[in-house]
């Protein structure tokens, strides 16, 4: 069975990518993961999405989604009759979070450049977590 919205998932597509982007000019910690993170949907499919979401945890999804559109937007922005709009958001909040823990651990903020020097360290604490 697949797992979804897994924080080794969401490590693996990191690890997987962040070399390429090391040392592009004006280039952030916040444009790699909308890159990776919010330019692409997650999961593409009503059934795989509602299979992921049956697999997670329907009103477990609902609630993370819910409270992380309250607390950014002031109200539940998502469509919550769509499994896949919710699945996609919930990936996206998953990996928010997780890539803000590592940074945080790394001692960088999303709004930090893509130095060779910064992403070689965010590998390195992935690494070590």
């Known amino acids: 069975m697949t797992k979804y919205f897994a924080d080794d998932e969401i490590k693996e597509t990191l690890l997987n990518n962040l070399d390429g982007y090391e040392g592009i000019d004006s ?3 916040e444009d790699v993961f909308n890159d990776l993170f919010n330019s692409d949907c997650y999961i593409i499919g009503y059934k795989e999405a ?3 979401l049956k697999e997670y945890g329907i ?3 609902l609630e993370e ?3 992380w559109d309250v607390e950014n ?3 539940w922005d998502t469509d ?3 499994p896949e709009k919710i699945a996609n958001m919930l990936e996206y909040i998953h990996a928010s979070e997780y890539m803000q823990d590592m940074l945080d ?8 450049e893509t130095t060779t020097e910064n992403v070689n360290e965010l590998i390195e ?5």
Do not use: N, P
């Open 27 to 29: 280039y952030t910690f």
């Open 80 to 82: 919550y009759t769509d």
């Open 65 to 67: 989604v819910q409270r």
């Open 50 to 52: 509602a299979d992921a």
């Open 59 to 61: 009103f477990k999804a």
């Open 73 to 75: 937007f002031g109200h």
């Open 125 to 129: 604490t992935l690494k070590e977590y």
């Open 105 to 112: 651990r790394a001692g960088l903020d999303m709004s930090d």
